[in-house]
């Protein structure tokens, strides 16, 4: 066998995914850039606003309906000019939230308050951090809820017992492990996380501390994604201070990248939405962002989202209501950042005018503010988690999916929910050479599947004639496996080993960004515009079929490994030239991926909202004898 370097198609590819992806936020970026300048009338920003929030509101997945919180203190602690109680409540019947309320001991009520949403801390709400916060709002006369919020602090939704730690990793990677189950649904990880705060908003209605028309969110880094979320979604808030979180899309693509699943409406780009919307959609109500100037969520993007914000607020005549406070430290709720937000609600919520230094406080040990007897409801009663609720969503939707129904149209499903964009120009190929073997020769193809896209392919000819021509769909590569694709050739079969976009030799550059992996990266810009990685793995692969039918290729069929199997059978259900297609490898179906208790290896499958429409046994069926395991 010839080195695999020899069978290099098109040199350097491993950038060209991500640049393809960039163009078109690019002209989504530009899009909005002139919507948003057109808005001219306080009439156009309501408008626009309503749209806001009907746009993320379907993006989550709608909201549920509210039932009984089944509120309880649990303990007491009394402390200097305020009080903590140890709160659990149901934000969804089963689904528990850990909480610290914190009441000022002095003055008369009731309190103005606010929603404490916390980073993505190991401790949740009672990270030191957190607790200066929350403490130094309550000995200024402001009722603070805090809450853990899904997978942080006592909430661990993949808590090991025996280890006494989260068997995924607490924060983030318990979010994502969910929240990709979660888009299967067509729900984010986000929807869950924003109804513990609306939830926690019911809550203090239920307090005669509190009063109802003045209540507030604050937080910092995913904190500060709730508080941006919830200045969107929860309209009975007074006023909103996000830290650490808000700063343009256009700078954080091009920095870190996507973060977190939470983090990520699925067409949000594509839609016309950026950072500022959350500010706009919150007008002319006060909010205020906190920044830090080595953040990783991009100083300069934040500064171009509070002047757009700013000018959206002066045409609501509130240009007052929309401020910007920048300290030069890094990522985090310090205390420069904290004492901003101490000014922001003395001024909206109390109605004066002050410095808010803030004083000396005594933080408690993390087991000091538990609500549970344990420290973890997993092991103090158990709770639902975001999964199980999800994956009760996925059985309840199972069976009510659009392929189950009497003559559902399989192909037009497919090409909907996987947006798949038919080629409507001529084919363009390059010959990039041959290589010879006994037996048989290696053409060296780049196939333009589509502006900014090549796929790579290396076209397998045997002596005489042939049979058939194979599509081999490998996710390892074209030529990762190529003593099988011989035996192929030496059994009658031409073969074409194609690299659809991202795989081989265009793969993501190896390492992470922002401690993210690199597919994980280009899954998330593709959702953020509202594309599928199947759905452009099938173009690559209708593209590669033209090629064949080009060259004169008498039957057509596909084999596919591991996920690339998955590929196979959706080009075979979009393109009939495709007589047959093989699979090699186990692949779960979707509603399998809601029920697995952790998942891996699955990212380039995954399509939102599929289990809506249909799921791979669907597919299978609706191929019938053209398909062969």
């Not at 402001?142 to 997978?151: K, M």
């Not at 949000?268 to 939405?273: D, E, P, Q, V, Y």
Request: glycine share 10%.
């Amino acid at each position: 066998m010839f080195l695999i370097a020899a069978l290099t198609v098109a040199g350097n590819l491993t950038g060209m995914f991500d640049a393809y992806l960039t163009e078109i936020a690019r002209k989504h970026w530009a899009d909005r850039r002139a919507a948003v300048a057109a808005l001219k009338t306080p009439e156009q920003v309501r408008a626009r606003q309503e749209y806001i929030r009907r746009t993320i509101t379907d993006s989550l997945g709608g909201w549920p309906d509210r039932t009984p919180l089944n509120a309880r203190v649990t303990g007491t602690l009394q402390r200097d000019g305020y009080r903590v109680e140890k709160v659990i409540y149901e934000s969804l019947p089963g689904f528990r939230v850990t909480a610290n309320l914190y009441v000022p001991s002095s003055g008369s009520g009731p309190f103005p308050a606010v929603l404490g949403t916390a980073g993505h801390s190991n401790e949740g709400k009672a990270a030191e951090i957190y607790q200066r916060g929350w403490i130094g709002l309550a000995r200024r006369g402001i009722v603070v809820l805090a809450y853990d919020p899904p997978g942080q602090g006592e909430r661990s939704e993949y808590w090991d017992a025996k280890a006494n730690r989260s068997a995924v990793g607490i924060g983030t990677r318990e979010h994502t492990m969910a929240g990709l189950q979660c888009l299967l649904t067509g729900s984010n990880v986000a929807r869950y996380e924003i109804w513990d705060g609306i939830r926690g908003f019911d809550y203090l209605l239920t307090r005669k501390e509190v009063d109802p028309a003045r209540i507030a969110v604050a937080g910092n880094s995913g904190g500060g994604t709730q508080s941006a979320y919830l200045a969107v979604a929860e309209p009975r808030l007074a006023a909103a201070a996000p830290s650490c979180y808000i700063t343009s899309w256009e700078t954080l693509w091009s920095g870190p990248g996507p973060q977190d699943a939470e983090q990520n409406f699925h067409g949000f780009i594509a839609s016309g939405l950026d950072f500022p919307d959350f500010l706009i959609a919150f007008a002319p109500k006060p909010i205020k962002m906190m920044t830090a100037v080595k953040d990783f969520f991009p100083i300069a993007g934040a500064r171009a989202t509070y002047r757009e914000a700013a000018d959206v607020f002066e045409i609501l005549r509130a240009r007052d209501k929309v401020d910007f406070f920048e300290y030069d430290d890094t990522h985090g709720w310090s205390r420069p950042r904290r004492e901003a937000t101490y000014r922001w609600f003395e001024k909206w919520l109390l109605g004066r005018e002050t410095d808010g230094i803030e004083a000396e406080s005594t933080v408690e040990a993390l087991a000091t503010l538990n609500a549970t007897a344990t420290g973890q409801l997993a092991t103090d009663g158990g709770s639902e988690t975001v999964a199980s609720l999800n994956r009760k969503a996925a059985e309840e939707m199972y069976p009510k999916r659009r392929a189950a129904q009497p003559g559902a149209d399989i192909p037009k499903l497919v090409e909907e929910r996987l947006g798949i964009r038919r080629p409507a120009s001529p084919i363009k190929t390059r010959g990039m050479g041959e290589v010879g073997r006994d037996g048989y020769r290696i053409e060296r193809v780049a196939i333009e599947s589509e502006p900014g896209i090549t796929v790579p392919a290396l076209y397998y000819r045997g002596q005489g004639r042939r049979a058939e021509t194979r599509i081999w769909i490998d996710p390892a590569g074209k030529s990762a496996d190529e003593r099988r694709i011989v035996e192929m050739v030496a059994g009658g079969a031409d073969v074409l080993a194609i690299d659809p976009r991202g795989w081989g030799e265009s793969a993501p550059p190896k390492g992470s960004r922002g401690g993210y992996g690199p597919w994980y990266q280009t899954f998330m810009r593709a959702y953020l515009l509202g594309l599928t990685i199947p759905g452009m793995h099938v173009r690559d692969v209708i593209r590669s079929a033209d090629f064949l039918v080009e060259r004169g290729a008498a039957r057509i069929t596909a084999h596919g490994k591991g996920l690339g199997g998955v590929v196979a059978l959706y080009a075979a259900v979009a393109d009939p030239r495709i007589a047959r297609v093989t699979t090699e490898g186990a692949v779960p179906t979707y509603l399998e991926i809601t029920r697995m208790p952790v998942h891996e290896g699955y990212l380039e499958m995954l399509v939102p909202g599929v289990l809506k429409d249909f799921d791979l046994p669907d597919i299978i069926k609706f191929l019938g004898d053209r398909y062969a395991r």
